[in-house]
């Protein structure tokens, strides 16, 4: 039977076509090479997968090189999905499969203009990035083809382009953020002649997508080497191509009574070394920007001094979202967190009502992180921190979101029309509601009515 041929009481086929998918799915890709080979091809594991496995680490990927057109490829998995027919990429499972190819001219500091496919797999990885990532390993023998140095590159932790270092980044611009990622995730140097290219040529990473340039930089700042990374990218010349205003943080000085670490540059540098592996992006950002109106707010008086720096923060912040791109949720929270780390300096006078309402500030875990990671790079004292975990951790959902006792329609009903006080009533009314002062219904109108009693009177409702 062939895919999409009805089946039985299928008449859409849709049973045969998710079997297949099915199948896939469970494949494995040593399996996917077995068939290969059987069939009469060539194929080999290939890339980040053997690389991350030679390192002792879990792969990261499981990507097949072959011999096989991207036709061919469909007759051996039927059901597996073309993602780049003009490249020869084949998606099977969870794995891609991709035919040997030659590329031409990359126009584009991405892609190229056209490929070519070859026959061997030395012929393909000339066309690969760096030589630790270029090694082909049969999975049945454990042999490994390694046609550039890249096991030597492993063993002795260095990062290389292949060939021509200028060559291979020009034909994709974002082999200089994925060289700095590299390095800093396994800890690795990167070659000279390939860091002498990446400085020469980094005003090219302007030219890249700004959604590319975000992912690499989102993956440098959540894969636990964040510190090492935003080093390299400064000593590379990419920060201030990248992130001119993290850029701004060096040599901003700081008083020494608050940050005896030093200059916002430090400071940060100290922030991103204490993010764990796995740290979710928008903490992992927060952290990066959290400061980032110091720059532009510095002032020299009685002291060192940033007026103003939050509100000028946010809005760089916001700005910065912008220009990468970032989802208006991702965005959202990352400037809360940059317009709220300040606020801790302040939560054991806060009236209960308005600690309550930081409490329930969305994902408030991160806020608290954000700020003990500020603490532990700087001055050191976690009293604030610890207080507002403490209380965090202690207050039940419904004593920091409770249900309302008074909404805008209770306040229509008692006659009062709709204007600019009925949201600064109803705020007065949760702020004792919060703070225990009114617990029902009743009581809460009783306030709401006082209030608007010693307040101009809204207009009676009419009629």
């Known amino acids: 039977m062939r895919v999409g041929e009805p089946a039985g009481d299928d008449p859409s086929g849709c049973a045969v076509l998710t079997a297949l998918y099915s199948t896939l799915i469970a494949m ?14 060539t194929a080999y594991l290939v890339g980040g997968g053997v690389r991350d496995r030679l390192l002792g680490l879990p792969a990261s990927d499981e990507d097949i090189a072959t011999d096989a057109v991207p036709d061919r490829l469909r007759e051996l998995f039927p059901g597996a999905r073309l993602v780049g027919a ?24 991405r892609r ?8 061997t797999p030395e012929e393909d990885s000339r066309r690969r990035d760096f030589t630790v990532n270029a090694l082909y390993e049969d999975p049945f023998t454990g042999a490994i083809l390694d046609f550039h140095g890249g096991l030597g590159d492993l063993r002795a932790g260095v990062v290389r382009a292949i060939g ?42 302007q030219g890249i997508a700004a959604e590319r340039v975000r992912d690499e930089l989102t993956r440098m700042l959540t894969e636990g080497r964040a510190r090492r990374a935003f080093e390299l990218l400064h000593d590379a010349g990419l920060l201030r191509e990248t992130l001119p205003e993290v850029e701004a943080f060096r040599g901003v000085e700081q008083p ?41 707010t510095f002032s020299r008086a009685d002291r060192i001094r940033f007026n103003g720096h939050v509100e000028a923060g946010v809005e760089i912040a916001r700005r910065t979202m912008h220009r990468l791109k970032f989802s208006n949720e991702a965005a959202e929270q990352i400037v809360s967190l ?9 939560v054991r006078r806060m009236k209960e ?20 990671l500020d603490c532990l790079s700087s001055h050191a004292q976690l009293g604030n921190y610890e207080f507002a975990r403490e209380r965090f951790q202690s207050l ?37 509601q919060l703070e225990g002062r009114v617990a029902d219904k009743e009581s809460a109108l009783a306030l709401a009515k006082e209030r608007f009693a010693a307040s101009p009177a809204p207009p009676p409702a009419s009629g």
């Open 353 to 372: 009502s308005t600690l309550k309402r930081f409490l329930r500030l969305d994902r408030f875990e991160e806020h608290l992180a954000l700020h003990r």
């Open 86 to 109: 003009h490249f020869g990429v084949v998606v099977a499972g969870d794995f891609e499969i991709a035919t040997y190819r030659r590329d031409s001219a990359y126009l584009d500091g």
């Open 396 to 432: 039940a959902e419904e004593e920091v979101r409770p249900r309302r006792l008074l909404t805008g329609a209770d306040l229509i009903a008692a006659g009062y029309r709709p204007g600019p006080e009925f949201k600064r009533v109803l705020n007065e009314v949760e702020d004792a």
């Open 338 to 346: 940059v317009a709220n780390h300040m606020r801790f300096g302040d």
């Open 256 to 296: 020494p009574e608050f940050h005896p670490e030093g200059d916002v540059w430090t400071h940060a540098l100290l922030m991103l070394g204490g993010l764990p592996e796995g740290a979710s992006a928008t903490l992992a950002w927060g952290v990066l920007l959290h400061d980032v109106g110091k720059p532009a």
């Open 28 to 41: 494995t890709a040593r399996e996917a090479i077995g068939r290969l080979r059987e069939a009469g091809h």
């Open 164 to 205: 021509d270092p200028a060559e291979r980044f020009e034909e994709d611009r974002l082999r200089l953020l994925r060289a700095v990622r590299f390095a800093a995730r396994f800890g690795f140097t990167i070659e000279a002649r390939t860091f002498a290219a990446m400085r020469a040529l980094a005003p090219g990473i």
């Open 112 to 119: 190229p203009e056209s490929v070519a496919f070859v026959a």
